[in-house]
């Protein structure tokens, strides 16, 4: 049984950033791809940015050239790097680990942008 723990969310004036990590009990291998997701007050659980183990990398368009997907395979650790933040990516921020026939979350980390 894997483990997604996320951290690295806080409060942020726009125009600012901040760095989520996720760190993976095991071995990040494990796992096809993982991605970061985000859901706003009221709103669906979106996709922000997914990254598969070869290192295909997809955005959605509202963060693309602003939000960096990454992973550091010796940490087992994916991080997402947010710049030019907006209020609108306000939401509690969860790491998905993806494998053939099943689903990891994390327990989710707030991001508040303020404006």
């Known amino acids: 049984q894997a483990q997604l723990v996320e951290s690295g969310g806080g409060l942020v004036q726009a125009g600012g950033s901040l760095r989520l990590s996720c760190a993976v009990s095991?071995?990040?291998?494990?796992?096809?791809?993982m991605g970061w997701y985000r859901q706003a007050p009221g709103k669906q659980r979106e996709l922000v940015a997914r990254?598969?183990?070869?290192?295909?990398?997809t955005y959605v368009d509202s963060v693309s050239g602003r939000f960096t997907i990454s992973r550091d395979n010796a940490k087992n650790t994916v991080y997402l790097q947010m710049n030019s933040l907006k209020p609108e990516d306000t939401g509690v921020y969860y790491c998905?680990?993806?494998?053939?026939?099943?689903?990891?979350w994390g327990q989710g980390t707030q991001v508040t942008v303020s404006s």
């Open positions: 998905k680990g993806e494998r053939i026939y099943e689903a990891y």
């Open positions: 095991g071995s990040i291998f494990s796992f096809s791809a």
């Open positions: 990254i598969t183990n070869p290192g295909r990398i």
